[in-house]
């Protein structure tokens, strides 16, 4: 009986040590995950637990516990891109931006560190700034958005644009009555790169807040498009909402009619464009973007913004950022030059970039059976893209 006791008790510590581990590790993190991402983080992690118990007359005992995590080794910053995230958000948006920033990290930036670019009509708080910086390993900027950038331009009548907003929250068209939602449609399709925080960089990865990153990203993305020679990368395609830009492709052919000349011959219209020869409403969502900011500071991508911002459609309309700058892009750049994150998992709810297959059991814990591209076939257009016909071939 004795023996029993002895070895209970020697159980008991180790389950106590290894409780105190994982309380440990999880104190890293001052705020606790949704149910399904810790169970898939504990999941995906390689954890070996190894006890060594030393017994000497039945009167000493001692147990160690020890948790290895494998983690991959950081990246020298002169292996990484001139780079940042960005993300535009308020203060309000607090908690759900802390579990997508320890999220990103944990799946990618641990390692490599590059900094994030914060932006807010509105001032940050102490405690957004504080809370923010306590989760992210790279440098955090905080910045302002001048006014100009997010209030009404001298050559939009207030009067006509109140009336559509009015007029769409009668249609129940999504964020038809919102006035602030079209600023940010406008100030992403037009601005954002603009601000001075992000002059120093050359690349920028779009993030908003509750987002999810299903896959471990072990490679530098920016690298990629950098070293691969593209512009735009993307995880999800999907179809505009028609209410929402009934002149928009009109306005685009007429930019393009006038300036020929920045039209390259080979591009990326194929995909946008329908069997009647009018906008098939296929897009980019750019809730995730992973882009080159020389391309949005082009003349060409700035001229067609400003052809957009003079028709008023961001304020007469309800013209959002992603079909504008999927229009831009297919305008000016060919498929070569862009590229489906196809090994990234990627959440906006409801939708689900995941990989699939052997791709997915490694590295990842997405649903794939949930991928846009497979489950709503008809309302996807990834696999449209995919299908398209590389340049000169």
Known sequence: MAGVRNASSL???????????????????????????????????????????????????????????????????????????????????????????????????????YPYVFLNNDPFSDEFKEKISSVVSGECQFGLIPHEHWSYPEYINQTKAAEVREDMKMRKVIYGDNESYRHMCRYESGFFFRHKLMEQYKWYWRVEPGVKFGCEIDYDPFMFMEKSGKKYGFTISIREVVETIPTLWNTTMEFMEKNKDMIPASN????????????????????????????????EYLAYFDHLDRAGGFFYERWGDAPVHSLGVAMLLNKSQVHWFEDIGYYHGPLWNCPKGEANAKKCWCPEGESVETRNRGWSCTLDFVALPEPNS
Not at 87 to 101: C, G, P, Q
Request: hydrophobic content about 45%; glycine content about 2%.
């Open 11 to 113: 159980l008991l510590i180790f389950l106590a040590l290894v409780g105190l581990t994982v309380v440990w590790r999880d104190l890293r993190y001052d705020f606790s995950f949704a149910n399904e991402m810790r169970q898939a983080e504990l999941a995906r992690r390689t954890m070996s637990v190894t006890a060594t118990i030393t017994s000497t007359a039945m009167t000493t005992q001692t147990a160690v516990v020890t948790e290895v995590v494998q983690v991959p080794q950081e990246v020298p910053a002169s292996d990484r891109a001139s780079a940042a995230f960005v993300i535009l958000t308020r203060n309000k948006d607090l908690d759900d931006l802390r579990e997508t920033l320890a999220q990103l990290e944990d799946r990618f930036n641990r390692r490599y560190h």
């Open 268 to 299: 990326l219209m194929e995909f946008v464009t329908g069997k009647d020869g009018g906008y098939n409403l296929c897009h980019f969502w750019s809730n995730f973007e992973i882009a080159s900011l020389d391309f949005l500071r082009s003349k």
